[in-house]
């Protein structure tokens, strides 16, 4: 449940502009009756409540059923902290290289005209339209025993699936687009000529991009990265195929709530994805932060 | 400074956008480029900034060659059309960037950094605005920054792309003045593009006129506009009358109305009659070249637009002196006062 908020949360909705104009529509519209109006914003809520705010209330009121003290102690099992710690590695891992893959995709797309362009942003896109799971049966095919380079592996004594690396590289194939997809609308709009006047203006290479391309993008990097974190924590389906499921080893906080769920550990199971319930939390609040600076950058570029 | 382009040649896709291009700029100049969209300006002038590079041809700085140096070495300064400063810095520092990301061995100390940037401001009249950030600014402040930016590197040559292309009519006026006035203070070599006529005329020295990829005619403003080496020039400067007319055994003709207008040295065939609005002086009907119904007439000023239609067939517009006062219905005679012959 905790995971289906994760992956719930969206790219970068439309622009300001077009917000402003739906609330100034939005009065001349006005024209329904106020029983209708009351009628539908009652719908909304109760639809909400039932199927958004219920089940994060039942998720934390079922981590505490059996008081503070159990709730902690579930969390400090050595098999909880494992999976813990492995999702904050793998996360920081693919979270790390689709910060650098994305900037670097976005770049290209933005900043320079070549043949198959087009290829290149639906590409980027495949991750999200193809399953967890087949994403992650991919690697299997590549990296397991009968895979293309399965006996490679073994004859080298490296081990991707079923440990730690392969989570990442799962991970990371499922969260790719977070950061390129939020950069490469911005990167756009805003166009090379910045980057051609500091040029002019005796910058290198370097120097334009961390002092003028950098801080130009840098809520739509945070943003993405937002993103990109709260996928890569929440992934169930393509770390699932990959893991291997080896108790204190492999398993990450989402498997590890399927398992104790599975062993009828409701507390603790429920006392890790309550942890989950909270990250999803905080990236709402931080991604509203963050949108509300988007716009402002938008409309200082409006002129 | 001076710039030299020899036979400059850049190709888009199938779109040639400079098609042989020769041009010699002296130093302390101030040239415009003149011409429509997609004659080719623009990218002569991002060229010699080097923000784009040429297919063939040669551009030197003093005659040093400036194709083997990057945008980065030339030390150029580039206005663009809609400002381009660094929106998350302020006003101060944008103008400072070019100071601060010099080589660390040339570059100035801070005090020496911010006197620069204060003189800069003051130059442009800005300095008032040092806090603010460029989206705080109107177009016109934004422009005179970006000018203000482009100096602080001491540039050898400045480029400025439509610099008051994005602003509004009256605030153009001004910096136009401004930046004449600018010019003659600083006096380095510089290249302005304009599609604007009258911001061409008015602000250069000299003045070059582009037509697909190619230069139509280098000469003063007075030149390019008294005395139009081709059709191209004489349509796009000024306003002018275009008759389409035959010229043959000594009699040029308009349809087949023989028009009473001297031939000499004119080669026959079809050819285009070109005559400023102005030059077109109105008198009774059977006294000029020309005879026509009058359709229309506004007030402008000290003139009077008549719309006239030629017994050729062909619709024309003048303007005339309001000392006549013209009415629709009037036939009238028409003769050119000056008037010029282009074949083809």
Known sequence: ?????????????????????????????????????????????????????????????????????????????????????????????????????????????????????????????????????????????????????????????????????????????????????????????????????????????????????????????????????????????????????????????PLLVEILYNEYQFVAAFAIASLLAMLALITLIAKTVLERHLDEGHDASDH | MTIEVRNLVKQFGSFKALDGVDLKVDNGELLALLGPSGSGKTTLLRIIAGLDWPDSGEVSFNGEDALAQGARERNVGFVFQHYALFRHMTVFENVAFGLRVQPRASRKDEPTIRARVKELLDLVQLDWLADRYPSQLSGGQRQRIALARALAIEPRILLLDEPFGALDAKVRKELRRWLRSLHQEINVTSIFVTHDQEEALEVANRVVVMDKGRIEQIGSPDDVYESPATAFVHGFIGESIELPVQVEGGVIRLGDRPLNLAVDGLVSGASKLFVRRHDMLVGPPGSGAFEGAVQHVRNFGPVQRAEVALSGGETIEIDAPRDRELRAGDTIGLKPRRYRIFAG
């Not at chain 1, 199927?51 to 902690?72: E, I, K, M």
């Not at chain 1, 902290?81 to 933005?110: C, M, P, Y």
């Not at chain 1, 900043?111 to 967890?132: M, Y």
């Not at chain 1, 073994?154 to 950061?179: E, N, S």
């Open chain 1, 1 to 253: 449940m905790t995971m289906q908020i994760a992956d719930s949360v969206s790219l970068p909705s439309t622009d300001a502009r077009a917000r402003a104009h739906a609330v100034a529509a939005r009065d001349s519209l006005r024209t329904e009756p106020p029983a209708i109006r009351i009628a539908i914003i009652a719908m909304a809520v109760i639809f909400l409540s039932v199927f958004v705010v219920l089940p994060l209330v039942l998720v934390f009121a079922q981590a505490f059923s059996r008081g503070v003290l159990a709730y902690f102690s579930a969390l400090a099992e050595p098999e909880a902290l494992a999976a813990i710690k492995l999702t904050l590695i793998v996360a920081a891992i693919s979270v790390g290289l689709n910060l650098v893959f994305g900037l670097v995709a976005a770049w290209a797309i933005a900043k320079f005209e070549f043949s198959g362009k087009t290829f290149l942003i639906t590409l980027i896109d495949l991750p999200f339209s193809v399953s967890p799971v087949i994403s992650g049966l991919v690697f299997v095919l590549l990296f397991g025993a009968q895979g293309y380079f399965g006996s490679w592996l073994r004859d080298h004594d490296i081990q991707i699936l079923f440990a730690v690396p392969g989570i990442a590289l799962a991970t990371t194939f499922v969260t790719f687009p977070f950061v390129a997809r939020a950069l490469i609308p911005l990167m756009q709009e805003q166009g090379t000529q910045e980057e051609e006047a500091a040029i002019s203006l005796g910058a290198s290479g370097l120097q334009t991009f961390f002092r003028v391309t950098l801080p130009n993008i840098k809520w739509g990097v945070l943003y993405g990265v937002l993103l990109c974190n709260a996928r890569a924590m929440g992934e169930f389906g393509a770390v699932s195929v990959v893991s291997g499921h080896i108790r204190g080893e492999t398993n990450t906080m």
